[in-house]
């Protein structure tokens, strides 16, 4: 019996699907290969600011490797919770995606456990870009020289020595707190919402110590306005290799906690899309261009084998936990 053409012509499409999704490519209703025009990336930060210097190295490396143009709108408003709301209820397609950080992707809902989505569930997590940790550092006006006399000088002084953080229920903010904890130490919290005016004070003593960028206190760390204390993540800074991790110091054994980059989607995105932006992504990022810009600007790019999912779920686990312990709230 001969086969009506209405029927090839679906088997065709079938045949066709198939063929697409087992190279990891998601085809739309319409036939097309994805992506089939351009992808907006969504930052919910102001331009200049580091995610979105993060977002448009991300925007340039995917647009190479994708052969489509990727677009960075900035959505500023409620330390990027407002961008990554607007990506959570976007299509689940793959041409609405979020360059996010770990503050709107693990931190906020433990401060604002009343914040209009959940990191955990309304997301689909694509791939980690890079990670960067805090660097602490004192005034040239305290005399203080390293970890030791850091932590003397808090103890001696418990309730009199201020750090400055870029504000409350920030990544600085957690960490003067695991500090407390760990070391079981006391310090004033100074929160600002400038972060010219925390340079600016740290370097005319009214700040003794606080918790920034490496790339923003390296020009002060070279004419000495400034002292590098410790860095948190589990190891060493590449940029600052003189400089300790925070948790070579006995006190502060164990001592791990670094903001990072990701990307990710709307809730439910086609498997075959995720799988295919996580494999380009993480192919633009072993570029030697690519790393250079990242580290130029804080960031140390991602290894490629993070578990995203994991990585969210325990880091708003570890925020809730110094959350309770410091009481804080917005």
């Not at 400038?194 to 003794?208: C, E, K, N, P, Y």
């Not at 925070?246 to 990701?262: I, T, V």
């Not at 899309?273 to 991602?302: K, M, S, T, W």
């Amino acid at each position: 019996m001969r086969s009506h053409p209405c029927t090839l012509l679906t088997r065709r499409q079938v045949v066709a699907g198939v063929g697409a999704a087992s190279v990891g490519l998601a085809v739309p209703s319409f036939g097309q290969a994805y992506p089939a025009h351009a992808i907006k990336l969504v930052v919910g930060y102001a331009a200049g600011g580091s995610v979105d210097v993060i977002g448009r190295i991300v925007a340039d490396l995917m647009a190479a490797k994708l052969g489509s143009a990727v677009i960075v709108e900035n959505q500023a408003g409620a330390a990027g919770a407002i961008g990554a709301l607007r990506v959570a209820r976007s299509p689940a397609d793959g041409y609405t995606l979020l360059v996010g950080s770990s503050n709107e992707l693990a931190a906020t809902i433990t401060v604002n456990p009343a914040q209009k989505y959940d990191p955990r569930k309304d997301f689909t997590p694509i791939a980690l870009i890079a990670t960067a940790p805090v660097l602490l550092v004192a005034s040239a006006n305290t005399q203080v020289k390293n970890l030791d006399q850091f932590l003397e000088r808090v103890k001696k002084n418990p309730g009199k020595c201020s750090y400055g953080t870029s504000g409350v229920g920030s990544l600085q903010h957690f960490v003067g707190e695991l500090i407390k904890q760990r070391a079981q130490v006391a310090f004033i919290h100074a929160p600002y919402r400038s972060g010219g005016a925390l340079v600016s004070d740290v370097i005319g003593g009214a700040v003794d110590f606080a918790g920034l960028s490496p790339t923003i206190a390296a020009p002060f760390l070279q004419d000495g306005r400034m002292v590098a204390l410790g860095v948190s993540s589990a190891s060493r800074w590449p940029g600052l290799p003189q400089v300790p991790s925070l948790g070579e110091h006995p006190l502060l054994q164990g001592f791990d906690l670094s903001g990072w980059f990701g990307l990710v989607g709307p809730h439910n995105m086609p498997s075959g899309v995720v799988q295919h932006l996580r494999a380009q992504l993480q192919a633009g990022l072993q570029d030697p261009v690519v790393r250079r810009r990242l580290q130029e600007n804080g960031a140390l790019p991602a290894a490629g084998a993070e578990d995203m999912v994991r990585l969210i779920e325990q880091d708003v686990a570890r925020y809730g936990t110094l959350v309770k312990f410091a009481n804080i709230r917005e």
